[in-house]
């Protein structure tokens, strides 16, 4: 394991407030996720000045140490050995645990009393699993048009097709696994129950008079299925006997979730998978330009308030209906705005190398289109940069969204990668080489025009002084820019 990551996981654990105040952790991407006892206890400030620190968010509860991709799985290691070898200093009274307990359900309670919120969390919970899937069978896809296309390879084509084509087939199972999972059911009957949905066999099943097609309702009806199932389960383990529980609870389960589905949610969440499908075309090309400025603008703030978890589901539908989501790229121009802010800021303030240092490092991550590092390490915490990235991610949005309108569609055939890394797995209507033309002039001009917006109107002498100062600057209405997500 690295030094430095060992050094920075001993200057985190004290400030903190020690191996006693951490009752869990674990990290993604890019963060140091951190379920504290008493929150309150952590030095923030003496936070965000750890070396490779790049931002500190609170969210639902937890407390997150932003370290970049890389960087956080070291650091993190390097945590969980320091506080395993302190765990003999936590207290270990029933009262005081039971207390800590109770506090934190306080906590999470306050943080989380907009229904909405929790309900977009627990949904991401469901599909944020499936992504590295979605990641490897969409780029085999891509590979396998490109060879198609070329005529090149074509022993090896229908192999690759049957690769990337297998986990799109069965992904209803694969969520109706993880809703259970999540909502407290039995994973295997959500998967079963879900597996309806993409049976061949429903298509002698007649419902409302029309015949079932396999796959109809695609994820959004295995995900309603296997919510109903672990709802069913629940209420047959509080009422079935012991002795019959094991032979009457899952059985119950799946004959009646699984009637209900035959029977309604596959009718239901097809009939909403198609107007999803149908809306998205419409938009792009009707308003495709006005649709991009809003999408590319609004997505950063959308990502702050971890509102865009709303999203993952539509785009996992478009995917599996039209074989790319259309969507992707537009929102994907809010970081190359992100990028362009960045650099703008990075040539402004040549004298503040604590924070040109934290660019460079952050710079690589926000490229391959990983925004956090760079919305929580810089612009947020200065303010307007924020607010001018969001005018190049509005600006980039436009430029894709316009060609849409003249019928040139740009989709992505998996969702997660964004920035440089969305240019294998690019799909659309038109050849590959146009796809890239588009989608790179879409970058281009978030990129432009974050920059440009943000050496003019971005930093101020506010933000110069408070860059210099370590503290947050003022945003526009002179409130301090927020330096924490929803």
């Known amino acids: ?23 869990s952790f674990a990290h993604c991407m890019t963060r140091l996720r951190l379920g504290l006892a008493d929150p309150s206890r952590a030095d923030e400030e003496a936070l ?104 090149l390879l074509p022993w090896l084509t229908p192999a690759l097709a049957a690769m990337a084509s297998g986990f799109m087939a069965l992904i209803a199972v694969f969520v109706g696994v993880n809703t259970a999972k999540e909502f407290g059911g039995t994973p295997v009957l959500g998967g079963a129950v879900a597996a309806i949905v993409v049976y061949p066999g429903v298509a002698k099943v007649t419902a409302f008079g029309v015949p079932l097609a396999p796959g109809q309702g695609g994820v959004l009806g295995a995900l309603a299925a296997a919510l109903l199932a672990t709802y069913v389960e629940k209420w047959c383990r509080g009422r079935v006997p012991a002795a019959l529980d094991v032979l009457l609870t899952p059985t119950l389960t799946v004959l009646v979730a699984g009637l209900a589905t035959l029977y309604g949610l596959m009718w239901a969440a097809g009939t909403v998978s198609t107007a999803i499908g149908t809306a998205a075309d419409w938009l792009l090309s009707t308003t495709g330009a006005f649709a991009g400025l809003v999408l590319g603008g609004l997505f950063l703030p959308l990502v702050m308030l971890g509102l865009h978890q709303a999203l993952i589901p539509i785009h996992t539908t478009l995917i599996e209906q039209q074989g790319h989501t259309v969507l992707l790229p537009i929102l994907a121009m809010a970081g190359a705005g992100q990028v362009g802010a960045a650099l703008a800021v990075y040539v402004r303030l040549r004298h503040d190398t604590s924070l040109r240092t934290t660019i460079r490092s952050a710079l690589p991550a926000g490229l391959l289109g990983v925004g956090e590092p760079l919305i929580y390490g810089v612009s947020l915490p200065l303010g307007r940069p924020f607010l001018t990235a969001c005018v190049g991610g509005a600006a980039g949005g436009a430029f894709v969204g316009f060609f849409a309108m003249l019928g040139d569609q740009v989709g992505a055939t998996a969702i997660g990668p964004s920035g440089w890394a969305l240019f294998p797995l690019l799909a659309g209507n038109r050849g590959w080489g146009a796809l890239l033309a588009i989608y790179a002039g879409g970058l281009l001009t978030g990129y432009a025009v974050g920059f440009a917006t943000t050496y003019v109107f971005g930093v101020t002498d506010r933000v110069m002084a408070a860059a210099g100062s370590g503290r947050p600057a003022q945003d526009p209405s002179g409130s301090p820019a927020p330096s924490r997500s929803g």
């Open 48 to 151: 965000r000045a750890v070396p490779g620190v790049l931002g500190l968010v609170v969210d639902g509860g937890s407390y997150q140490v932003v370290l970049g991709p890389g960087v956080v799985g070291p650091v993190t290691a390097a945590f969980e050995e320091l506080v395993d070898a302190t765990a003999g200093g936590r207290p270990t009274a029933a009262e005081e645990l039971a207390a800590r307990g109770a506090d934190l359900k306080g906590e999470r309670q306050r943080r989380n009393a907009t229904p909405v919120k929790a309900a977009l969390r627990r949904l991401a919970a469901v599909f944020v699993p499936l992504i590295p899937a979605l990641i490897g069978c969409g780029i085999l896809a891509g590979v396998n048009g490109l060879l198609l296309n070329a005529g």
């Open 1 to 23: 394991m690295p030094t430095d990551s060992r050094a920075t996981a001993a200057a985190l654990l004290p400030l903190v407030g020690g191996p006693a105040n951490v009752l």
